[in-house]
């Protein structure tokens, strides 16, 4: 063995973790290559002086997966370290790196790696060891896709300067499919899609397979999500005809050897609409017979296809309650057609009438929690984080906790919608770590909803995740750059909820920018402060669904729109006394949907968290909080600091520019200083129209409004619903 390899772990770790970063400007980017840009390593010069250091990879077995995880490997390194990594067949003098499974390698199984047991059928051992004496970094799994995994952890610690000396990982996934729901229309539209078209090119499919196939899903990959929906849950059933099944098939054959497989959003009339049948009622045999039918021939043309998931009778979709039966009789119907070829239904949990019946938040429980325990074993029940609609802030859905028969799979929106879209930065980690680490009680004390999610509670085996994508074809995927870490932040939660929104935020920025202090510091920074900016400016102590109508974009809070749990006026109840929705025994009580000590702590305004106040009471304007200042004091302060944390971010950004590239430097720039001018435009609107109730001046110190009422509920913003602009408001100073 070389001097030079024995030292690798300790070069790597000086070379990595010592060294200050260039000064100079860096070369542009666009943004396509995501996280996994590969860029020297401060410090890696040293180590390609010595090319010793790493003088092949073995690949232990073959498979496309492996082969996927050795060009990733190959790539990789040589772009991190500068080095060429050619394949070898023996550990050499030198050492090497080793890829593989004991099923697949006498190698990897004469290493008897104790770790794998823990490693399951996913996960992976990362491992500094010997080799017939020599040196080895071993990358082990119990399956191909777990080496992938590993070649990614593996390079992500390169990259990130983690050390290597005494490498000794195991890592598994704590929950089962981790997914991304992709809303894409077939005619390329994405429903809440900020970032161009669908990336799933319909139209040139079979035939050709564009090269950003792979590279999405080796962006999947990376993180390691397993689960992918082509379709919309406003569904389409085209989707389900054979020239489309071809289609679904190709992009299916791509993703295959990266772990991941396709689902199919349905309608629940597709026995009417493509199957010519009467009727699409769930205990109609001709129904049942069509639907095994369908399963079969999906699963000849997709042999590993993963399930549907299903939007019924919610918002205008079709569903069994059009027949009288139950949310249970519809998903079993299709489970029993998926069932024979290991396929699941995902049902989702976001379903309220359109007669108002009730308080809309508590819907979606009345009708589910009466049902636990009638789903088949292959069903999952897909709930949102909160029982409204991926607000910037909502307390936690009551059904967590709720339905102890029944797995429930966590449905989080990673295409921010009601946060600013494409435009505004917001990390969302902190929003799903809060939701995560939500102590819903159910089983007493600590019964986090990351526990119920991951299974830990209630002993379920299906478990999972789901993530609404924000991909599309814009070059940087996502429509801004830091829009792309709510896609990584998404993937390394579904992997592990309990790693952190800020481990992962300071993971993100290594990758994505320098792993330079002086960058990684200020840009976590912003990150980790960002989404409660977007929360005071928009909608501060509570207060949820106060967007204009439609598109989501932009304050209306005076809006009454066309069905009333649609407007913000529902949510916000501003009257002469005061504001916020009465969810207590008084009101709605859907406080009682909460598990004691919570449904208490909620229902007093001694001890509602001040964060979900307006959420659960209607408080008088004069009303002096637990803070000593009143409701009216609070709301205003409020909204300046959301606005004042955005001019900060601006600031920081500011800060960067000698350390960021340009063209990625100059975009965000621009994003900041719109996010700027409209969080001034949220906090002005919305404090004018509160002020129209409430009659009181702002506080001493509080700049006023820019304009009066009557210019904001003038303002039609946007001309295009899909990339919503207010110029008369971004021009604004
Ligand atoms: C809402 C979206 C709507 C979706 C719906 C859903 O506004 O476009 O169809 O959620 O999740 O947030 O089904």
């Known amino acids: 063995m070389t001097r030079a390899f024995r030292l690798l772990p300790s070069l790597l770790a000086a070379a990595l973790l010592g060294g200050a970063a260039p000064r100079t400007s860096p070369r542009p980017e666009d943004g396509y290559e995501l996280w996994l840009r590969y860029r020297r390593v401060a410090g890696a010069a040293r180590l390609r002086e010595d090319r010793a250091a790493l003088t092949g990879l073995l690949v232990a077995g073959d498979s496309p997966t492996l082969r996927i995880a050795r060009d990733e490997l190959i790539r990789g390194l040589r772009g991190l370290l500068g080095v060429p990594l050619p394949a070898v067949d023996t550990v050499a003098r030198d050492g090497a790196l080793v890829i593989g499974t004991p099923a697949g390698s006498p190698l990897v199984a004469a290493l008897h790696l104790a770790a794998l047991d823990s490693a399951g059928p996913e996960g992976y051992v990362l491992r500094a060891t010997r080799i017939g004496g020599r040196r080895a970094i071993v990358v082990a799994a119990n399956r191909d896709v777990g080496v992938l995994y590993g070649a990614f952890a593996l390079l992500r610690l390169v990259a990130t300067g983690a050390p290597l000396e005494g490498l000794a990982v195991v890592s598994a996934p704590r929950v089962r499919l981790r997914m991304l729901d992709h809303w894409d229309n077939l005619d390329r539209t994405v429903e809440r899609g900020y970032a161009g078209r669908s990336l799933w090119a319909w139209d040139s499919l079979p035939d050709h397979l564009s090269p950003r196939y792979v590279d999405y899903a080796r962006a999947d990959a990376s993180l390691g999500i397993n689960g992918v929906v082509l379709t919309n849950v406003n569904g389409d059933t085209r989707v389900l005809t054979a020239a489309w099944l071809a289609k679904v098939a190709a992009l299916a054959g791509v993703f295959r050897p990266y772990g991941i497989r396709v689902y199919l959003t349905t309608r629940f009339s597709a026995p009417v609409e493509i199957g010519g049948l009467g009727t699409a009622d769930p205990l109609d045999t001709a129904v049942q017979g069509w639907w095994r039918r369908k399963a079969d021939e999906i699963y000849a043309a997709v042999p590993d296809f993963g399930g549907f998931l299903v939007k019924a009778n919610s918002e ?64 999952l029940l897909q709930v949102k984080n909160g029982p409204l609609d991926f607000q910037p802030r909502e307390p936690f859905h009551p059904l967590f906790g709720a339905m102890p028969k029944t797995p429930l799979m966590l449905e989080l929106q990673i295409t921010k919608e009601y946060l600013g879209q494409d435009r505004e930065l917001a990390y969302l980690g902190t929003m799903w770590q809060e939701v995560l680490d939500a102590d819903t009680y159910a089983r007493g004390p600590g019964t986090t909803a990351a526990r119920i999610v991951e299974g830990a509670v209630f002993g379920d085996t299906l478990t999972g995740m789901a993530g609404v994508a924000n991909t599309g074809t814009d070059r940087n995927w996502c429509g801004s750059i830091f829009n792309q870490a709510n896609w990584y932040a998404f993937g390394r939660l579904a992997w592990d909820p309990g790693l952190g929104a800020e481990a992962i935020a300071t993971e993100w920025a290594r990758l994505t920018f320098s792993t330079d202090p002086a960058v990684v510091r200020p840009v976590v920074a912003m990150m980790m402060a960002s989404r409660e900016a977007v929360v005071n400016y928009m909608t501060p102590l509570g207060l949820a669904h106060q967007m204009a109508r439609g598109h989501h974009y932009g304050p209306a809070p005076w809006d009454t729109g066309i069905r009333p749990d649609w407007t913000p006026v529902y949510y916000n109840r501003a009257d002469s006394l005061g504001l916020g929705f009465d969810r207590t025994p008084t009101g709605s009580d859907a406080v009682s949907q909460y598990f004691p000590p919570l449904r208490g702590e909620f229902a007093s305004l001694d001890s509602v968290p001040e964060r979900d106040l307006l959420w659960f009471h209607h408080v008088p304007w004069r009303a002096e909080l637990r803070t000593g200042r009143t409701l009216w004091e609070e709301l205003v302060r409020h909204y ?53 109730f409430s009659h009181l001046p702002l506080p001493a ?22 990339k919503p602009r207010c110029p008369q408001i971004e021009e604004t100073p």
């Open 640 to 692: 300046q600091m959301g606005l004042d944390t955005v001019a900060w971010m601006r600031r920081t950004w500011d800060g960067l520019h000698d350390r960021v590239d340009a063209a990625r430097f100059d975009s965000v720039r621009e994003d900041l200083r719109i996010q700027a001018a409209e969080a001034r435009w949220w906090r002005d609107a919305s404090l004018d129209y509160w002020q129209s």
């Open 316 to 379: 205008g979709q079709p569903g069994p309650r059009d027949y009288g039966r139950s949310h249970a009789e519809g998903a079993n119907l299709l489970a029993d057609a998926l069932a024979p070829h290991g396929g699941v239904v995902i049902w989702r949990a976001f379903v309220y009438s359109n007669a108002v019946p009730t308080d809309r938040v508590k819907q979606a429980y009345d009708e589910f929690v009466p049902l636990d325990g009638k789903f088949r074993a292959n069903v």
């Open 701 to 722: 110190g509080y700049e006023p409004a820019r304009h009066p009422l009557g210019f904001y509920e003038a303002l039609r913003c946007p001309a295009d619903p899909r």
